[in-house]
């Protein structure tokens, strides 16, 4: 498999890793400032950004800006593992897809969408730089609620380089 698709799936299978760990109770809590987000909210987040990914590549139109926002997701865990790998499996089909085919995407950038061109391998680049991105929120929140997870590289970008624990 292709290192974007390996990627991906790596980054992905932390959600699952996280999802297995918490109660629907933890995935749901709003209770955190600054945001008042729960981390539901953050996976349901990144698995719409996949799922619009998934869904325009085969048009090779992506559109960021239509999301199903599925609110099951950011509350029930075991509905956001299955949804999670229904994601990973997509993500393996593209095994074997041209990655460097150009494709284009819908955003909004803050001014009102846009369009913009993309290669298949950047856009998933994106989302799993993006869902790291997320990670790192869901670390605070999980913080402030008392929960530890295992993995010393969950919302941690790769390139990052970790404090040295005294």
Known sequence: ????????????????????????????????????????????????????????????????????????????????????????????????FDLSNTITVIDNLGLGAVEIKYTVSALLAQMATHAIHHYATISYILTNLGVTIKDETFGYNPTTPIAVKN
């Open 1 to 96: 498999m292709n290192d974007i698709l390996k990627a991906s799936v790596a980054t992905l299978e932390k959600s699952k890793t996280l999802l297995n760990n918490l109660t629907d109770e933890q995935l749901a809590n709003k209770g955190i400032a600054p945001y008042y987000s729960c981390v539901g909210s953050h996976i349901r987040h990144i698995l719409d950004f996949y799922d619009c990914t998934i869904n325009g590549i085969s048009t090779n139109k992506v559109d960021l800006t239509v999301r199903k926002r599925d609110e099951r997701i950011s509350s029930e865990c075991n509905y956001a593992i299955t949804n999670v790998n229904r994601i990973i499996n997509e993500i393996k089909k593209l095994d074997g």
